[in-house]
């Protein structure tokens, strides 16, 4: 996909419901949902420093120690934001930790530096944490961060216009902001080469074409270009920085593949694509020491693996054989490479984090992801596939609960976001939440989710609602048809187009369903396309393509009728909202007309609003109370069980962001 596209848990027994005898113990939700109590891992460039994510006066900031210590000899460096940090890098030197940061959830981030050896201020506990960029309603992106300039961050700010990205040089150690080109010309992403040189733009044309650039002086000069239904985008440049890699699908491929482009004679070679004929290229893996191709990784049913480099090959088959039947993930490391943040994670393991030391053959465990999860308690994820409506083959990942015979099972069915996303193999906290109370859960990658090909992709082209709705239809017939799930027991839930997929569930198949949970999901897509962040112009043409285009009167007549809102007195399945109040993607109103609708139909309707978040929750009181609501309200709907027991603190916080349905009334623009 092009960037934009790619443009959001102590075992306890508790009262429950329907208790069986072969039912396991459920978990406490906080074990899923709570904050998690260590994450992040990363090696500074210098090799001499961990950092890491963990709770600090109740929020999630940065923590460093020295490689040689002991994680109790930690300190916090980060405190300014009651909005947990979610990520964040080393400057190239060690010298400084930045992180980007926005506010309740609206996207505007701002760029933050931290000096982890500076003293402490007393009145915080930390070092000062410096604003570098100061933009208030502003979106900063991080374009470059070059090894050869390590005090230089190449950044864009849409101050001077909201739609476009003005490009800026950023001095780590000062603060000082240099402007060194006007986004007049509608660029969508600034490549630099290893040196820090801008060398290559992209643009999306008009028609939505995606058209890579090369930067002259005084002009650009397109090279490379692939069409509205194809994706092309640069990887990494080579190490004499003659030439970049790219992905791309254009033309007759079906599967995105790995090619070089010169952008000097715009001559491209084919470098490899998928050796089985089956998915697209996922990543490709470089040296950051002298930029050689390390690895191609497709991800198929789970991820594979293509090693070109013979030295790096034999470590991932030593870490194999280390960390059996795991998921290998390559993290930070040194400058020189030789010592690495490895995780290994699988779908019953939420992650172990070690230090990997080439040189010296060691391995040394550092932390496991959310420790106090009894492993034996979580459930297996497998691969199925069936046939939709029209015969494609649809691919899904299947949860079913532990110690439960596969038989007449209550379903979730919990459609991705995006839509121009996918679900993959591994650890899910959603499914294996619901697979503790006893749910079956389905995770279908219907058409249009990406990975599987541009003519899968293309096929969800138009099908909001239609198409893509029957690929979740048609899983759910497949399941029933093998005797796993209980027809009058299915649920329905997902976030984003997850949660436009629930509304849809509900209102274009209103007698699948007996329960269902929307979390940021749009109902109305003409009103989700007329209020898309200024920021999302370089994608407008291509959502107008893949979806409708509501500036035509085809378009318009096409929308309207894949919009649940227009289907709200089909909606007998009662539903439950939940709503970002800050969300810039799918905005409130989005969840307020659904809710009114529903209710004016006389069918029953709850909504969660959280003042202080956006497209999706972050704050873990948030989730934790939504979470404690969502349980119980499907195990009420589809005789499921959940944990009675609610917190204070979570029960407050509940309390706080529901909202009445009697009392929303939908503002009208």
């Not at 649940?564 to 969840?591: F, H």
Request: with cysteine.
């Amino acid at each position: 996909m092009n960037r934009f596209l790619r443009v959001l848990v102590l075992l306890m027994f508790v009262p429950i419901l329907n208790l069986k005898a072969q039912t396991p113990p459920i978990l406490d939700r906080n074990l899923f949902f709570g904050e998690v109590q260590i994450s992040g891992a990363q090696i500074s460039p210098d090799g001499e420093w961990i950092s890491f994510l963990k709770p600090y006066k109740g929020t999630r900031n940065i923590w460093v120690k020295k490689i040689s210590e002991p994680f109790s000899a930690a300190k916090p460096v980060s405190s300014e934001s009651p909005r947990p940090i979610s990520s964040y890098f080393w400057s190239r030197d060690s010298r400084f930790i930045l992180y980007a940061q926005d506010k309740g959830g609206d996207e505007n981030f701002n760029v933050y530096a931290i000096d982890p050896r500076a003293a402490a201020d007393p009145a915080t506990g930390v070092p000062a944490t410096r604003n570098l960029t100061h933009a208030d309603g502003v979106q900063t992106e991080i374009y470059a961060v070059p090894k050869a300039t390590p005090d230089i961050v190449y950044i864009g700010l849409n101050d001077r216009d909201k739609s476009w990205h003005d490009l800026y040089k950023l001095t780590i150690s000062t603060g000082e902001r240099q402007l060194l080109r006007k986004n007049t010309e509608q660029i969508a992403d600034w490549i630099f080469d290893h040196d820090g040189r801008l060398k290559l733009a992209a643009k999306t044309t008009a028609a939505g074409d995606t058209e890579i650039l090369r930067v002259d002086p005084n002009d650009f000069h397109a090279i490379y270009q692939c069409s509205v239904l194809e994706s092309c985008e640069t990887i990494a440049f080579t190490a004499d920085n003659k030439q970049v890699y790219l992905s791309s699908n254009r033309g007759e491929h079906d599967l995105t593949e790995l090619e070089l482009l010169d952008p000097e004679t715009s001559k491209v070679t084919t470098v490899e694509s998928d050796p089985e004929k089956r998915v697209d290229l996922s990543d490709a893996m470089l040296s950051d020491v002298d930029h050689r191709l390390l690895a191609t990784i497709y991800e198929d049913d789970k991820p594979r693996w293509y090693w070109k480099d013979k030295a790096f090959e034999a470590d991932y088959r030593w870490l194999q054989n280390k960390l059996p039947n795991q998921e290998i993930h390559f993290g930070s490391h040194s400058s020189d490479e030789q010592q690495w943040i490895v995780s290994a994670s699988s779908d019953t393991e939420p992650g172990e984090t070690y230090v990997f030391d080439r040189k010296e053959k060691t391995l040394l465990l550092q932390y496991r992801i959310r420790e106090e999860i009894p492993r034996e308690a979580l459930a297996s994820m497998s691969t199925i596939r069936y046939s939709s409506s029209d015969g494609i083959e649809i691919s899904a990942y299947l949860t079913l609960p532990k110690g439960v015979k596969a038989k007449s099972l209550p379903l979730l069915v919990f459609p991705h976001g995006g839509p121009w996303a996918r679900d993959s193999w591994g650890y899910d906290t959603f499914a294996q939440f619901f697979a503790n109370r006893g749910y079956a859960v389905l995770q279908p990658n219907f058409r249009g989710s990406t990975g599987f090909g541009k003519r899968f992709l293309n096929a969800g082209n138009g099908e909001w609602g239609r198409k893509m709705q029957d690929d979740l239809t048609w899983g759910v017939k497949y399941l029933i048809a093998q005797g796993t799930i209980d027809p009058k027991r299915v649920g329905i839930s997902g976030g984003s187009y997850g949660g436009y997929a629930t509304l849809a569930g509900v209102a274009f198949t209103p007698d699948l369903y007996a329960g269902a949970v929307s979390i940021v999901g749009p109902s109305n897509l003409i009103t989700l396309l007329h209020s898309i962040p200024p920021y999302w112009e370089a994608g407008r043409k291509q959502m107008y393509t893949r979806m409708a285009d509501p500036t035509t009167p085809a378009g318009k007549a096409l929308l309207e009728a894949e919009s649940p809102l227009n289907a709200a007195s089909r909606i007998r399945t009662p539903l439950m909202v939940v709503q970002g109040a800050n969300d810039p993607r799918v905005n409130k109103r989005e969840s307020d007309q659904i809710v009114a609708a529903v209710r004016d139909h006389g069918v029953p309707v709850e909504y969660l609003v959280a003042p202080d978040e956006g497209h999706g929750f972050h704050r873990p009181i948030n989730n934790l109370a939504m979470i404690a609501a969502m349980e119980k309200f499907l195990a009420s709907q589809l005789n499921g069980r959940y944990q009675q027991e609610v917190p204070t603190d979570v029960a407050k916080r509940l309390a706080e962001i529901t909202v009445d349905p009697k009392t929303v009334k939908v503002a009208q623009k």
